[in-house]
């Protein structure tokens, strides 16, 4: 696992003041010219779960790379997370709070069955409010948290902070 966190942040591209001043982007696209490596970090998330989900969850639109890939692995559903306003069908919503103003999460009403324990997936973890607001979806639909995984967690922003109430089985592959 040591050889794969440092081959993956060999990897990632960073950005500085991408979107704007001050933030450090971590561009995990170079990442997709390597299928070696997308195999080792679907594997690598798969061997660090105690149990196999019902589902896996992908949040748009980076999470649903990985987030794809390892459910198609493992023969289980694969459900989107989505912006507002981009979902077809039936569903529900749930806002949350960003470093300026609100955002909105929507996920199909239909999207999970009642008692499923599911694995949500990201391409990063920041301060944890778009992760968590996933739980909350997931939680409205009967449905549970049996843990998050990231490629990349930014531990100075604390996000697993707001992930722990919802299960503290979080697991990010490289650390900053
Ligand atoms: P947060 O809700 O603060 O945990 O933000 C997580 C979301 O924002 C993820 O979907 C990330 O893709 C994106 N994000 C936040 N900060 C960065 C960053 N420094 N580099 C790349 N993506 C980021």
Sequence with gaps: MLELTQEIRNTI?????????????????PIFYNQTLCTKIADGFISQMSEKPDAIIGIESRGFLFGFMMA???????????????????KIAVE???????????????????????????????????????????????????????VVGLDFLNGKEKLIKHSNNIVCLVNY
């Design 13 to 29: 591209r960073n950005v500085p003041d991408f979107p704007k001043a001050g933030i450090n982007f971590k561009d995990i696209t």
């Design 72 to 90: 198609n692995k493992l023969g289980i559903p694969f459900v989107l997370i989505r912006k507002a306003g981009k979902l077809p069908y039936k």
């Design 96 to 150: 949350y709070e960003l470093e300026y103003g609100v955002s909105k999460i929507e996920m199909h009403e239909d999207a999970l069955k009642k008692g499923w324990k599911v694995l949500i997936h990201d391409d990063l973890l920041a301060t944890g409010g778009t992760a968590a607001a996933a739980a909350d979806l997931v939680k409205k639909l009967d449905a549970t948290v049996l843990g998050f995984n990231f």
